[in-house]
């Protein structure tokens, strides 16, 4: 089953903790992203990657890193959380960019104390 | 800038109609999207029109796109229980940020 699969589905962190919420896709995309959803404001992109080695920031990417070694796995890294980012995150992955066919994950809630 | 603006909050009797508006800013975007999210889920693509259309049928969604105004709309058909969720509009944005501009989300509550 094609499917975007992001981990945990829930955290609950402190402040000042690392953390890392993963994402993988199965069906061969290119394009991955990462948004946060706040009641709202609609979501809103973190960052993006075209293909393997290549991100790129989107409107927030403050406080966030991202990489892509392997095209299935974008993981979203935390290097010090803070309770601004609380926030559902959802990942995103399609074939290309323009493609309508963009899937999401099902979010990862996270609350940084 | 760009910016998608919805409005947050629709109530309808079931059996009835929906429509759920949108006004949209990048004149250049190439799709516009309807994505439904129910509660505790992601994002399902429920539907989408290619800029150069003005109307998209899929049984009973209907999307209206008025390019003129900036306007897109959804409707359903025969609103069910089901369809109870929050639709958010969304824009691809050309600016060469790639990526998908999105309303706030309108939350349609379906009441018998």
Redesign the interface.
Known sequence: EAQVTQNPRYLITVTGKKLTVTCSQNMNHEYMSWYRQDPGLGLRQIYYSMNVEVTDKGDVPEGYKVSRKEKRNFPLILESPSPNQTSLYFCASSLGFGDEKLLFGSGTQLSVL | GED?EQS?FLSVREGDSSVINCTYTDSSS??L?W?KQEPG?????LT?IFSNMDMKQDQRLTVLLNKKDKHLSLRIADTQTGDSAIY?C?E?FSGG????I????TRLAVHP
């Open positions: 998608v947050l190439t799709y999207y994505y889920a992601g994002l399902q693509l989408y958010f969304a691809t940020y790639n990526k998908l999105f309303g706030a989300g």
